[in-house]
């Protein structure tokens, strides 16, 4: 038995890339496993060479690293799977959560929730037809966690190698209360098999020390993805115990994340664009700096970015 969950840090499209999860992990570290933002799939397999870089193992020594598929179709999962298994991973996730307006319509990522009998001769065959392990990362359902039953009596039948829920509907998006409930709900359903189950949404404070609560329940896994950007390294390192801000670390994986960015991104624009997108998730961590992140939002250049943040970091 474990004293504490296992640490997984969530796919966040647009963040963590390779970049930013080698950047992640060598400042702050502690992360059992990193899942990867979705990888899109054709008849051939993996959609883009932008989504393959992204898993290729030069770009993931040293990580556990564990590449996302989103797709309702097997054959696609299948082949992209054993190009997957080919790289080296053992491991894939089935995206069943995206509650994107664009995804959502074409039965895939939650939208697949809506078809439980479609989903279910899906995993049929990618269970029979795939060596590598998957496990699956869903919504509670996508209107109502009601549907939440029916989804497990499915998801009892394979054997899903980790069942990481986001305890929210799809059409709850990112917003609104996490239904805890359903966690303990599907924890009991779930006792009866070798499903583990992970905790996912909203996780903002140290869970250290509570891997098995007062009635013995044991929590196998919390993955964290917000959390961890609005504080990077709050948990999962010991020799950064305590879920404060270390702020010079914070700064130079600030510093390392730009220039990393700036040897593989074309010109400015998209590097600015990508460091506005995390200090729009560090920000909440300084809520005193409000003044400072109006100039990071107006920044037009690295120079005008780089000069607002260190104003910050020299506080
Ligand atoms: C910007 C953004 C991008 C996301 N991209 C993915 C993704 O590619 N695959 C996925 O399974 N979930 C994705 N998610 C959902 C997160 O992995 C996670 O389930 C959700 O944010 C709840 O966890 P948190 O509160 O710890 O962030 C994304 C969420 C956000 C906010």
């Known amino acids: 038995m474990r004293d504490n969950p296992y640490i997984y840090f969530a796919p966040l499209e647009g963040i963590t890339g390779y970049i930013f999860r080698r950047n992640y992990d060598r400042f702050f570290g502690g992360i059992d496993a990193y899942y990867t933002p979705f990888l899109t799939t054709r008849d051939g ?10 898993i290729l193992p030069e770009n993931n020594r040293g990580l ?16 992209a799977a054993k190009h997957i298994e080919s790289l080296g991973y053992r491991e894939v996730n089935l995206n069943l959560g995206c509650p ?11 939208g697949f929730l809506k078809h439980p009998d479609e989903l279910d001769r899906f995993l049929d065959r990618i269970f029979s037809e795939c ?12 209107h109502s966690p009601d549907e939440l039953p029916v989804l497990l009596n499915i998801y009892k039948r394979y054997p899903v190698k980790l069942l990481i829920l986001h305890l929210r509907t799809g059409d709850q998006l990112y917003k609104g209360e996490v239904y805890r409930d359903a966690f303990w709900y599907a924890y009991e359903e779930l006792r009866s098999t070798n499903i583990p189950l992970c905790y996912n949404g909203d996780v903002r404070v140290d869970c250290r020390g509570y891997g ?9 896994s919390v ?11 709050f948990m999962g390192n010991e020799a950064l115990k305590g879920s404060y801000m270390d702020r010079e670390r914070v700064h130079e994986f600030v510093m390392s ?29 300084f809520p005193e700096d409000g003044a400072l992140f109006k100039r990071i939002k107006k920044a037009k250049t690295l120079k005008q970015l780089e000069s607002a943040y260190g104003d910050i970091f020299e506080k």
């Open 223 to 233: 993955m964290i993805g917000r959390g961890f950007l609005a504080n990077p390294g």
């Open 257 to 285: 994340l730009q220039n990393d960015y700036e040897q593989v991104l074309y010109g400015e624009t998209p590097v600015l664009f990508k460091l506005k997108e995390l200090w729009s998730h560090l920000a909440g961590s």
């Open 131 to 142: 060596d590598i392990d998957i496990s699956i990362k869903s919504r509670i359902g996508f």
């Open 64 to 79: 556990h690293t564990v590449p996302q598929l989103m797709t309702k179709n097997a054959d696609e999962f299948i082949t």
């Open 100 to 110: 994107s307006k664009t995804v959502v319509p074409k039965g895939k990522g939650s």
């Open 45 to 54: 397999g993996i959609m883009k060479k932008k989504e393959l870089r992204d």
């Open 212 to 220: 098995e609560d007062e009635s013995g329940r044991e929590i196998h």
